[in-house]
């Protein structure tokens, strides 16, 4: 058998001619080659024409395989033309000799399987040694295609180096796998087909299944290990086209097949099988042609903006409430994870059985109960009635594999999809149903595992549809990177992760807390639903609330248990919020938070909960920052239950008690007592509630050293907290924090959180949080950088430098380059709930260059001090928190006043970077 399908494989759809957009066919691309010697620019030309025209087939509708199939067929046109051309061009110069040249088409393009802008992969087969000729063909082929402009692959070979090298690489043996002849001595290629089919499809397959099942485990990890990411990689992602690639090739090796089709004749896979995969493999071909025609080149990422540009072009309508893009990623995930299932059931089929080797040896069958075996590593169906005998078998079947630590088998999965419909409202009831489940959440191994398994089965969203309508749900924020489900199902392998002991050293307090914890499977259940209320409009959680009190009763909670699920459904937000925008500094943002919470155990469960949600958000989402702030909330509200209803400290008491030791500390360092007298009496009585007395002596000097100077600067670096402090000392002045937070980001350091006190005599200090995260730790740990920063700041002090000038010249540098963004919609809250001393000020909006120093320059213009501020990025999105008053140090509680404080900001942030950023 050949071990491919045919030359003339990718023939099937010519493209029509066209005279009006350049020769179409071998013989008129020769007739201009001859003419013009100039093989290069006609064939440039040539691949332009025949682009725009597939573009105009695609978006009026072709499908994938149509365009696939075409641009194959216009590049063996332009091959075989050259070869032609190439041929007579050495036959002109020299006499032939008796030698011969096939040219072989190898990977994606061997397959007949050429998106729009497609690399192309060239194998030159010559007879002995290389000669003239099949230098001189090599030659001028390859520098047409490279005038082109292609990207060409290309190795120039007898056929007995290329067995060979097969033997010897592994990525030549792939490559070669996918061989088709184009064009030359046919007979060469004849030879090397039955070469490889002798000494090299039998030989080694065993290491060359472990060498391509790892290769293929380290590009999903690379690539996001996960079919589920909100700006997937089509190609190499899972469930993207090299899945597909990869079981195929296995296929090749052990069944010698070269398609799809001849599988089903050797009823490896069945026709229904084969059906949608290939339904599947079009939809991925035409998303990739797609990213092709509009990047103009090879670009294979459905990025956000693709998908809003791709989305109505195709066809796809908007669904209601939905953000752009969700119809078509919606699909996008349902073909992906065909592509991902079929790809693992071929696996596991192809290396089920494999001959030799201790990687793949036969182990004895174990029969685990009635119809059930596991073999080796998988779990398989004996009877094919065991699940309408017993449909609860659907469930338990995951809770097998879950102790016995195997896998479904690729058969047993097709039966479970096969018979998801048993499981119906009835069954949901039964509660031997919710027995199953809890026993899966109550394991001490594999919980997330086996819910994933069950998840991409169908059976998790058939016992819990309302889990299952999240299923690939699409809710744009830009800095999660996976679709609803999967960030929830995230969440529990990130929990199961710090339970294991996986994060001691980074989380100490938190794998203390999740190991002692009694209720841990709550806890998975409530992170399974506590997004389920997403995408039906704003409260997210109150509706999940509610949607979690029936699918908890359905499980057969007992009250308690509802009632703590439901809690942390209707709370999730509740901790990192307060976390990262509240004043912990105040005892009652603490004790409200506390109050809110109402027992050990559930601050316990909603500390573990909220960690794993932001864990599960994205990469580097949680960091030592977060920890910081989520732990240090932790404790004040632990101190604050276990106080209970015992009396508090009198704050006067507690006031003079710190200032007593801080006189102390600072006469004993020898300062004089007429300078820690004006300190203690001028310091606003806050800051001896807020700032740690190991720091104050430092503060203290750094003002005592102010004198005639125009500010006094420190900053200290904290790597392990990933932050630095830079501290400022000046003259109080009417926007203070503005300048100071322009000359930061005019210096690109961004700034984490801010605290401002003033003394009575008019000296103010602010304290400033930068962040080192997200790279930006080398560039906060530069000397230089902040002898810049100083240098600016005094200039602006003193009236050398506006700041508005300053911070405009840096937008231009370093917006330079930015990606595109998704816009979001600005919102501002101002509140006077929050604290009881100050306005709080809620500013959320897209993220850019001069947005914070335009937000306090406005504030500024409003006559609002700013005495504390928080600022959380998340990917190009700000939330910036501020603690304001008015010039007496009273709240902004005139509704006339806040409505103009709101149309402010909102008009302000609403403006152009640029714009907002000079005002």
């Known amino acids: 058998m050949s071990l491919v399908t045919g030359a003339n494989r990718a023939e099937s759809a010519p493209i029509p001619e066209s005279s009006a957009r350049g020769p179409r066919g071998q013989e008129a691309l ?20 025949v682009r725009a025209e597939l573009a105009e087939r695609h978006f009026a509708g072709a499908s994938g395989s149509e365009i696939v199939t075409a641009m194959t067929a216009a590049m063996d046109d332009l091959l075989r033309a050259l070869f032609q051309y190439a041929d007579a061009e050495h036959g002109r110069r020299f006499t032939k000799l008796n030698q011969k040249i096939a040219v072989v088409a190898r990977g994606g393009y061997g397959r007949g399987e050429l998106n729009p802008q497609s690399d192309v992969d060239l194998l030159f087969l010559h007879d002995y040694k290389r000669g003239p000729y099949a230098e001189i063909v090599t030659e001028i082929i390859l520098h047409a295609l490279w005038d082109a402009g292609l990207t060409v692959g290309h190795g120039v070979r007898t056929a007995k180096e290329c067995v060979r090298l097969a033997n010897e690489d592994l990525k030549e043996k792939t490559a070669i796998l996918d061989a088709r002849f184009l064009c030359g001595d046919e007979k060469l290629y004849a030879d090397l087909d039955q070469l490889l089919i002798a000494d090299v499809l039998n030989r080694n397959q065993d290491k060359f299944f472990t060498t391509k099942l790892e290769e293929s485990r380290k590009r999903h990890a690379q690539y996001g290990d996960s079919i589920y990411l909100l700006e997937p990689q089509i190609k190499e992602g899972e469930g993207g086209l090299r899945d597909l690639h990869t079981a195929m090739w296995l296929a090749k090796v052990k069944y010698k097949v070269h398609s799809l089709e001849e599988l089903v004749q050797k009823a490896v896979i069945t026709e229904p099988e084969a059906a949608e995969v290939i339904e599947a493999r079009d939809f991925l071909w035409r998303m990739r042609n797609s990213l092709h025609f509009l990047t103009g080149r090879h670009f294979d990422q459905l990025t956000f903006e693709m998908q809003e540009r791709i989305e109505p072009m195709l066809g796809f309508k908007p669904e209601d409430g939905q953000a752009a893009g969700s119809a078509l990623m919606r699909a996008y995930y349902q073909h992906a994870s065909t592509v991902h299932r079929f790809a693992e059931g071929l696996i596991a089929r192809v290396t089920e059985n494999s001959r030799g080797g201790r990687f793949f040896r036969r182990t004895p069958t174990r029969k685990i109960r009635p119809g059930v075996i596991v073999q080796r590593n998988l779990l398989s ?33 097709q039966l479970v999809r096969d018979n998801l419909e048993l499981i119906d409202d009835e069954m949901r009831k039964d509660p031997r149903v919710a027995a199953a489940l809890m026993t899966i959440l109550s394991a001490r191994q594999r919980v997330a595992e086996t819910l994933e398994a069950m998840h991409l089965s169908g059976v998790l969203g058939a016992i819990i549809p309302e889990f299952g309508n999240l299923y690939a749900r699409v809710l744009h924020d830009l800095y999660h990177i996976y679709t609803v ?26 794998t203390e807390v999740v190991r002692e914890f009694d209720e841990l499977p709550l806890v998975f259940l409530a992170l399974l639903l506590h997004d389920i209320g997403k995408g039906h409009g704003h409260d997210h959680h109150e509706r999940g609330a509610r949607l979690t009190v029936e699918v908890s009763q359905r499980l057969g909670l007992n009250s308690e248990e509802i009632d703590l699920v439901v809690f942390l459904v209707r709370n999730h937000l509740m901790m990192s919020q307060v976390a990262q925008k509240g004043d912990l500094d105040d005892h009652t943002t603490v ?47 632990l101190k604050v239950l276990e106080q209970g209803d015992r009396e508090a400290v009198d704050p006067a008491r507690r006031l003079a008690t710190v200032k007593a030791a801080v006189r102390e500390t600072l006469l004993g360092a020898g300062a004089p007592d007429s300078d820690v007298s004006a300190f203690l ?167 850019r260059v001069g947005l914070l120093f335009a937000i306090t320059h406005t504030l500024y213009r409003l006559g609002l001090l700013i005495h504390l501020a928080r600022i959380s990025t998340n990917a190009d999105q700000a939330l910036d928190v501020f603690y304001v008053s008015d010039r007496e140090g009273g709240k902004i509680e005139d509704l006339d006043r806040m409505r103009e404080l709101r149309a402010a900001l909102l008009e302000k942030v609403e403006q152009n970077p640029t714009e907002g950023a000079t005002a």
């Open 681 to 847: 009496d001028q310091m606003p009585d806050r800051y001896f509630f807020t700032v740690p007395e190991a720091d104050i002596p430092l503060h203290f000097d750094l003002m005592r050293s102010l004198t005639d100077r125009a500010l006094v600067c420190r900053i200290r670096h904290f790597p392990e907290l990933e932050f630095s402090e830079f501290i400022v000392v000046t003259r109080d002045q009417p926007g203070l924090f503005s300048m100071i937070a322009g000359a930061l980001t005019a210096n690109n350091l961004n700034i984490l959180s801010a605290r401002i006190t003033t003394r009575t005599n008019g000296i103010a200090m602010d304290v400033f949080r930068v962040s080192h995260q997200m790279g930006a730790a080398s560039m906060a740990m530069e000397e230089d950088r902040w002898l810049r920063v100083e240098r600016d700041l005094e200039r602006v002090i003193t009236g050398q430098q506006d700041i508005a000038g300053l911070v405009a010249a840096a937008h231009h540098v370093q917006s330079a380059g930015r990606k595109f963004v998704r816009h979001v919609p600005t919102e501002v809250t101002v509140d006077n709930r929050t604290s009881e001393q100050f306005t709080v000020i809620d500013v959320f909006t897209q993220d």
């Open 30 to 49: 020769l007739a201009q080659f001859n003419a013009s010697k100039r093989p290069g620019a006609i064939a440039r030309a040539y691949l332009e024409s």
């Open 485 to 510: 489900d999967r960030h929830s199902l995230v969440a529990v392998r990130e929990l199961e992760r710090l339970r294991t002991g996986e994060f001691k050293d980074p989380t100490p307090l938190l």
């Open 381 to 413: 169906i004996a009877e094919p009635d065991v699940f309408k005998r017993d449909p609860l078998n659907l469930i338990t079947i995951y809770a097998d594999c879950q102790a016995q630590n195997v896998s479904l088998s690729g058969s047993a999965y």
């Open 591 to 637: 004790e409200e938070f506390g109050r809110t919470v109402g027992s050990i155990d559930r601050l316990k469960a909603l500390y573990l909960l909220t960690y794993a949600d932001m864990r599960a958000v994205a990469p580097k989402v949680y960091n030592n920052w977060c920890d910081m702030l989520l732990s240090d909330l932790y404790m004040r509200a």
